[in-house]
């Protein structure tokens, strides 16, 4: 068996100190306790040095002779006129103790010889209550206290330079208040940023640079409102979901793994008067996200958009950029023949429905909606939008570096994985990432 031992690197515990502190007042080598808990006696070395205290003395008006007494030539520190006289020959008669140790500037607390080489403190020592000379001790209730108030301080407070901070906040604030996310910035500018993402939450949190909590786009929850009831009426048996339920798509994309699917949902904007709607399309495969501007919310213009890709892009390129499409229940996406089929009756995709009430099913869409809903927050009309605001917002949207994808963008992503024939078709292009803005000042009317 190796004789080689292995020591714990953790923090010393207060069982260990007390047996330090035993072992010191017992006067063991440090190479004897460090047995005893199990550590290095390099560890116990540098905890007694670390943590010892020098008690003060029982009369703090009558201070200990000065260590350099014997050499010192110190003269005229007193205010007596024509006096020569080294000052430490001056003795107070009261105190009996020489003048210079109450007035001189370099006055020195002598210590014990014991104190400068191990064991560094004087527990063992048997001459302590007479010693004139600065006493150290290490008390494993004083060295616990210390280390926990250590550990606390090394956690509070901005490690960082004044410069640094202002040279942060100049970057960081007017990113964050065009309504980037620090994961885009991140992403753009970490080889510029001396920490961590979760130092800059705090240092946001308490104020330090000139953006606020409130800028941030998910640091401010919600209010609590009482959740939709689901609707009675079971769309189960609905002629539409015959053979196209989620999971029949399950079972398809379990057969066709190399099958990218495409999700496809609809935005709408304030209740009342409102006529338009965003249709939304996002390929899951690179978080890519298409917006087409409805002006109304009906099966006909959903397919008018899929009759306009297919004659664009052409039925094949469709087909491979939209081999499976999975959707919701809504009224807009019940006539699934047609939206599977071309106007000349060729098959140019798939179709399927997410249970009722199950929009988690096709969560990475509904994620992605939170990014149109930072521009046109819930509750706005969106009738005034035209398709070049739809493709405006989608480029912002599509140009933020996601977490998700590595810190890499949608669009980047998509210039690999798509058919680049759809990126010239819709204007799809990369926002510079200092650029990118998803505040409602984007499209502001």
Same mark, same amino acid.
């Given at each position: 068996?190796?004789?080689?031992?292995?020591?714990?690197?953790?923090?010393?515990?207060?069982?260990?100190?007390?047996?330090?502190?035993?072992?010191?007042?017992?006067?063991?080598?440090?190479?004897?306790?460090?047995?005893?808990?199990?550590?290095?006696?390099?560890?116990?070395?540098?905890?007694?040095?670390?943590?010892?205290?020098?008690?003060?003395?029982?009369?703090?008006?009558?201070?200990?002779?000065?260590?350099?007494?014997?050499?010192?030539?110190?003269?005229?520190?007193?205010?007596?006129?024509?006096?020569?006289?080294?000052?430490?020959?001056?003795?107070?008669?009261?105190?009996?103790?020489?003048?210079?140790?109450?007035?001189?500037?370099?006055?020195?607390?002598?210590?014990?010889?014991?104190?400068?080489?191990?064991?560094?403190?004087?527990?063992?020592?048997?001459?302590?209550?007479?010693?004139?000379?600065?006493?150290?001790?290490?008390?494993?209730?004083?060295?616990?206290?210390?280390?926990?108030?250590? %550990?606390? $301080?090394?956690?509070?407070?901005?490690?960082?330079?004044?410069?640094?901070?202002?040279?942060?906040?100049?970057?960081?604030?007017?990113?964050?208040?065009?309504?980037?996310?620090?994961?885009?910035?991140?992403?753009?500018?970490?080889?510029?940023?001396?920490?961590?993402?979760?130092?800059?939450?705090?240092?946001?949190?308490?104020?330090?640079?000139?953006?606020?909590?409130?800028?941030?786009?998910?640091?401010?929850?919600?209010?609590?409102?009482?959740?939709?009831?689901?609707?009675?009426?079971?769309?189960?048996?609905?002629?539409?979901?015959?053979?196209?339920?989620?999971?029949?798509?399950?079972?398809?994309?379990?057969?066709?793994?190399?099958? $990218?699917?495409?999700?496809?949902?609809?935005?709408?904007?304030?209740?009342?008067?409102?006529?338009?709607?965003?249709?939304?399309?996002?390929?899951?495969?690179?978080?890519?996200?298409?917006?087409?501007?409805?002006?109304?919310?009906?099966?006909?213009?959903?397919?008018?958009?899929?009759?306009?890709?297919?004659?664009?892009?052409?039925?094949?390129?469709?087909?491979?950029?939209?081999?499976?499409?999975?959707?919701?229940?809504?009224?807009?996406?019940?006539?699934?023949?047609?939206?599977?089929?071309?106007?000349?009756?060729?098959?140019?995709?798939?179709?399927?429905?997410?249970?009722?009430?199950? $929009?988690?099913?096709?969560?990475?869409?509904?994620?992605?909606?939170?990014?149109?809903?930072?521009?046109?927050?819930?509750?706005? $009309?969106?009738?005034?939008?035209?398709?070049?605001?739809?493709?405006?917002?989608?480029?912002?949207?599509?140009?933020?570096?996601?977490?998700?994808?590595?810190?890499?963008?949608?669009?980047?992503?998509?210039?690999?994985?798509?058919?680049?024939?759809?990126?010239?078709? %819709?204007?799809?292009?990369?926002?510079?990432?200092?650029?990118?803005?998803?505040?409602?000042?984007?499209?502001?009317?």
């Amino acid at each position: 068996m190796s004789n080689t031992k292995t020591y714990d690197q953790k923090h010393l515990s207060t069982t260990q100190r007390i047996k330090i502190e035993k072992g010191l007042n017992d006067g063991l080598s440090f190479a004897a306790i460090a047995r005893t808990i199990g550590k290095h006696p390099s560890t116990v070395a540098k905890e007694v040095k670390k943590y010892r205290h020098f008690p003060p003395k029982e009369n703090p008006e009558k201070p200990l002779q000065c260590a350099r007494f014997k050499e010192c030539q110190m003269r005229f520190l007193c205010d007596k006129k024509d006096c020569v006289k080294l000052c430490k020959s001056c003795y107070d008669v009261q105190r009996r103790i020489p003048r210079c140790s109450l007035e001189c500037p370099d006055y020195r607390v002598p210590q014990c010889p014991q104190i400068q080489k191990a064991p560094y403190v004087c527990n063992h020592c048997q001459k302590t209550k007479r010693c004139l000379k600065q006493l150290a001790f290490y008390s494993a209730q004083y060295a616990d206290q210390s280390s926990q108030e250590l %550990l606390v $301080s090394c956690r509070t407070g901005i490690n960082q330079d004044p410069v640094d901070i202002a040279l942060l906040d100049e970057l960081i604030s007017p990113l964050l208040k065009q309504g980037q996310s620090l994961a885009h910035i991140y992403a753009f500018h970490g080889h510029e940023i001396p920490c961590s993402r979760r130092t800059l939450y705090n240092y946001i949190d308490k104020g330090i640079f000139t953006a606020r909590n409130i800028d941030l786009r998910r640091r401010v929850r919600y209010k609590c409102k009482p959740r939709k009831t689901g609707t009675r009426i079971s769309l189960a048996a609905k002629e539409f979901r015959i053979g196209r339920t989620y999971e029949d798509f399950q079972k398809y994309m379990k057969e066709n793994p190399e099958t $990218s699917a495409v999700e496809m949902d609809t935005v709408e904007g304030g209740r009342e008067n409102s006529k338009q709607a965003f249709l939304t399309l996002l390929f899951r495969n690179c978080s890519l996200m298409l917006i087409f501007v409805l002006e109304e919310k009906t099966q006909e213009h959903v397919i008018e958009v899929f009759d306009l890709l297919t004659e664009k892009l052409g039925i094949e390129t469709f087909q491979q950029l939209f081999p499976v499409i999975l959707t919701d229940n809504g009224t807009e996406f019940q006539f699934p023949t047609r939206l599977e089929c071309s106007k000349n009756g060729e098959i140019r995709t798939k179709v399927y429905y997410c249970n009722p009430n199950s $929009s988690w099913q096709k969560g990475m869409l509904e994620k992605n909606h939170e990014y149109i809903r930072y521009v046109i927050p819930k509750g706005n $009309s969106i009738d005034s939008y035209t398709q070049g605001d739809a493709i405006k917002l989608m480029n912002h949207i599509n140009s933020e570096a996601r977490d998700s994808l590595n810190g890499c963008t949608p669009f980047r992503l998509s210039q690999f994985l798509l058919n680049n024939k759809l990126h010239k078709l %819709l204007g799809l292009r990369e926002i510079p990432s200092d650029e990118v803005s998803l505040k409602p000042s984007l499209l502001k009317k």
